[in-house]
């Protein structure tokens, strides 16, 4: 039961362009939505989270916007860089049980 | 350095045989959490322990065991009974309640031939 739907599988972007990955919810009852960066063979790490009390967060070119009566999230990579080409996971929990649902990731491609 | 160490990075194994995974973390985190990633699926919860002498099965937990006897360490046993035990596991620890951020270790790649 899967219950963040992460899209697109993968994304090629050019260097400087806009990088969007989206993900969509369903249980009301969460409201922590991280996003973990990860690169080959490595463990992911947090790169920016979001609680639902506000629609967008940003660091540095890094955007989460959230939508919460359509149970929607996004992240916005802006000026997107050869470094940033990674995969990328959004995430979802709720207090009182903290273990994190994953989507399935999207594999992002920044070339020249 | 605080972090968590994941031994060993890869393992070989042959089919029918018990194998046991390391997670080891000085974060002073209370839980702590075993993923199983495979391309196209994610990160899936194995198992979760969010107490010393306590854990909680994830979604994925069959032909898996863990342990957590001391607050630092929750090693996780592939058994012979899991049917694909290939893959890259993850282990991971968070503050019980409160921040949610996870901190993840290195992984462990697992084959099993």
């Known amino acids: 039961q899967q219950q963040v739907k992460q899209s697109p599988q993968s994304l090629i972007v050019q260097k400087g362009g806009i990088s969007i990955i989206n993900c969509a919810y369903e249980n009301t009852a969460f409201d922590y939505f991280p996003w973990y960066q990860q690169f080959p063979g490595k463990g992911p790490a947090l790169l920016i989270a979001?609680?639902?009390?506000?629609s967008e967060k940003k660091e540095g070119r890094f955007t989460i916007s959230f939508n919460k009566s359509a149970k929607q999230f996004s992240l916005h990579i802006m000026d997107s860089q050869p470094g940033d080409s990674a995969t990328y996971f959004c995430?979802?929990?709720?207090?009182?049980?903290?273990?994190?649902?994953f989507g399935t990731g999207t594999r992002l491609t920044i070339i020249p | 350095d605080g972090g968590i160490t994941q031994s060993p990075k890869y393992l070989f194994r042959k089919e029918g045989q018990n194998v046991t995974l390391s997670c080891e973390q000085n974060l002073n985190h209370d839980a702590m959490y075993w993923y199983r990633q495979d391309p196209g699926q994610g990160l899936r919860l194995i198992y979760y322990?969010?107490?010393?002498?306590?854990?909680q099965k994830g979604d994925i937990a069959e032909g898996y065991s863990v342990s957590r006897e001391k607050k630092e360490s929750f090693p996780l046993t592939v058994t012979s009974a899991q049917k694909n035990p290939t893959a890259f596991y993850l282990c991971?620890?968070?503050?019980?309640?409160?921040?949610?951020?996870?901190?993840f270790g290195q992984g462990t790649r697992l084959t099993v031939v």
């Open positions: 322990s969010q107490i010393v002498n306590d854990f």
């Open positions: 991971a620890s968070s503050i019980f309640q409160g921040d949610t951020e996870a901190f």
């Open positions: 979001i609680r639902p009390d506000v």
């Open positions: 995430a979802a929990s709720f207090f009182g049980n903290e273990k994190l649902t």
